[in-house]
């Protein structure tokens, strides 16, 4: 193999590692748009709101899609009650 051909290779193994690394990014961008518009579309509806529920299906869609693709790290809430304050201390004593 000559020069040319490992510069060759090793730029398309580079633009193979950064494609894949944009193509990662892009779907992680994407479930976060889902989860966000099927919060709004699932508050809206609990406040008495009517929603399109062809938007809510096309998001439960895509969602379980990128669930199959393993495009969904975890399922954690970002937000979350605060921590609880710390105990309270008793008076110390001092000889």
Do not use: C, H
Request: glycine share 8%.
């Amino acid at each position: 193999m000559g020069f040319l051909d490992e510069v060759k290779a090793a730029a398309i193994d580079l633009k193979d590692t950064v494609e894949g690394s944009l193509s990662s990014t892009n779907a992680a961008r994407d479930v976060e748009r889902m989860y966000r518009d099927l919060g709004m579309l699932t508050f809206l509806q609990d406040t008495g709101r009517a929603i399109d529920v062809a938007d809510r299906e096309r998001l439960l869609n895509g969602l379980k899609a990128a669930e199959a693709a393993g495009s969904i790290a975890a399922f954690t809430l970002v937000t979350g009650p605060p921590p609880p304050p710390p105990a309270a201390r008793g008076p110390t004593v001092t000889d």
